[in-house]
């Protein structure tokens, strides 16, 4: 597909704090070609990225025909964090009244389209993740980042608050999924409690994927046989 350079894909990956993002991109890239692969981590927006689109940084960051683009969180992060917590909407000049399910089903519809273009513009195939940890196993994993010194730095203080709001967070992330898994830009849900399954299902799904879009070796501009003479003259 580098060689190629007429198609891309895009992976975004989602999930709740802890579960497995990080180490599951890690291990699924394994032995890809850096030069054709391109990961990007996204966290709070600064204020440049508040006075833009929120489409704006994830679009800056979109891999070229030819690579493969990861996106550890993404747009999404738009309607989930936001619709758990509006009150975050305020910075995008937003009004407490002006967010309802309107305003919801309108950002879905133009997430829809956001995608639509790029499969059909940028001719990017995207597939989406979301690893869906149960409540009981992201606890597990939060107190090894407290009780392990080499994850220390990996716990936030905002784990235990977010931990509060899971099932607002559950409702965010159905409601997405159900309203942007399209035929172009699917969603999978993966069990993510076993990384070991997790990182073997995706995986598949990915080969799975450049499997159908079956990339080719383009055809040698230059006459072979002249160049070889040519080379072999020098």
Do not use: C
Not at 13 to 40: C, E, L
């Amino acid at each position: 597909m580098f060689a190629e350079k007429s198609q891309a894909l895009l992976l975004i990956f989602q999930g709740m704090d802890a579960s497995g993002k990080d180490s599951t991109i890690r291990h699924v890239t394994t032995g890809v070609n850096p030069a054709g692969v391109h990961v990007h981590s996204y966290g709070v927006p600064t204020q440049e990225d508040l006075a833009q689109s929120y489409f704006q940084r994830h679009f800056r960051d979109l891999p070229a025909q030819g690579q493969i683009g990861v996106h550890n969180r993404s747009h999404y992060e738009e309607v989930v964090v936001t619709r758990v917590h509006p009150a975050l909407l305020q910075l995008r000049g937003f009004e407490a009244h002006e967010v309802d399910e309107e305003f919801w089903q309108e950002r879905f519809t133009d997430i829809r389209s956001f995608e639509r273009h790029l499969t059909r513009q940028s001719r990017t195939k995207i597939i989406k993740f979301f690893l869906h940890i149960s409540r009981a196993e992201q606890l597990k994993r939060l107190l090894q980042r407290l009780d392990d010194p080499t994850k220390n730095w990996k716990f936030d203080i905002s784990d235990i608050r977010e931990r509060l709001y899971w099932d607002d967070y559950q409702f965010a992330y159905e409601s997405a999924i159900a309203a942007t898994s399209t035929e172009y830009a699917p969603w999978y849900v993966i069990p993510a409690d076993q990384k070991r399954f997790s990182r073997l299902a995706i995986a598949e799904i990915v080969v799975s994927t450049l499997q159908e879009l079956d990339p080719q070796f383009p055809a040698p501009e230059a006459d072979l046989k002249k160049a070889k003479h040519a080379l072999l003259r020098t």
